[in-house]
C-alpha cells in the first residue's frame, strides 16, 4: 500500500463525493451538522474537513482513543456521538467511507 497516494485519493474522492451526495439531496455544505469519516487517519480527516470548511468541532472523531476499527468505524463512532448528546434529531450528517481497492462512498443523513 502506498500511503502517500491513499492520502491523496481519500483528500480528493471524499470531498467530491459528499458533494456530489449534498447536491443530490439538495442541501449545501453549509447545512452539514457533523462530518463522520471513516475513522482511518486523522490527517485525512482533518484534510477532508479542511477542504469541506467544516469546523473541527463539527467533526465526528473518536480515532484517537480506538484506533482505526475498520468497516465498524463510521457506524461506532456514530454511536458515540449519539450516546453522548454531540448528536440530536434533526441533526444533518455527511458520513463518507472509503478504503479498500481505493472505493468510497457518501450518504446525507437527517437523524431522526
Not at 500500500?1 to 471524499?14: L, S, T
Not at 484534510?47 to 468505524?73: F, H
Request: hydrophobic fraction near 45%; charged fraction near 15%; proline fraction near 4%.
Amino acid at each position: 500500500m502506498n500511503g502517500k497516494e491513499v492520502f491523496r485519493f481519500a483528500c480528493r474522492a471524499v470531498p467530491q463525493s459528499i458533494e456530489s451526495a449534498l447536491e443530490k439531496a439538495g442541501l449545501s455544505g453549509s447545512s452539514i451538522d457533523w462530518l463522520l469519516l471513516h475513522q482511518a487517519n486523522q490527517r485525512i480527516i482533518d484534510a477532508v474537513a479542511s477542504r469541506l470548511e467544516v469546523p473541527s468541532e463539527r467533526v465526528i472523531s473518536n480515532l484517537a482513543n480506538y484506533g482505526n476499527t475498520s468497516a465498524a468505524s463510521i457506524p461506532l463512532a456514530l454511536d458515540e456521538a449519539v450516546r453522548t448528546g454531540k448528536v440530536q434529531p434533526g441533526h444533518i450528517i455527511a458520513a463518507a467511507g472509503f478504503g479498500a481497492g481505493l472505493t468510497w462512498g457518501s450518504a446525507i443523513m437527517r437523524w431522526g
